[in-house]
């Protein structure tokens, strides 16, 4: 089986920064795409950044400019940095991965998710 386990979420004031940790544990074969989703109350889970294996990268256009996604293939972990935080980035962030764990095709694997609040 395969686990994801985020780390960095917390308080932080308008304007600061934060950077989420995420790492892949279990019987991985490949990671390919890697991704931070976010929830916040009352509204469905977007999508944040995304990272493929090669270093692709694709962002939400209320966090371009401001979020950086990057990952470590040899330590299967993807990295969040948020700067210029602002109140309306407060939610529960979610790692996620697709991941092989033999020659079948990739499955989807989700983090517990850590809480993100932007507050003065």
């Not at 916040?40 to 990268?57: D, H, M, Y």
Request: proline fraction near 4%; aromatic fraction near 8%.
């Amino acid at each position: 089986q395969v686990q994801l386990v985020e780390s960095g979420g917390g308080l932080v004031q308008p304007g600061g920064s934060l950077r989420l940790s995420c790492a892949a544990s279990g019987s991985i074969f490949m990671i390919n795409d890697m991704a931070w989703y976010r929830q916040a109350p009352g509204k469905q889970r977007e999508l944040v950044a995304a990272i493929s294996r090669g270093g692709s990268t694709k962002y939400a256009d209320s966090v371009k400019g401001r979020f950086t996604i990057s990952r470590d293939n040899a330590k299967n972990m993807v990295a969040l940095l948020m700067n210029s935080l602002k109140p309306e980035d407060t939610a529960a962030y979610y790692c996620y991965a697709s991941v092989r764990v033999d020659a079948r095709p990739p499955s989807d694997y989700w983090g517990q998710g850590t809480q993100v609040s932007v507050s003065s």
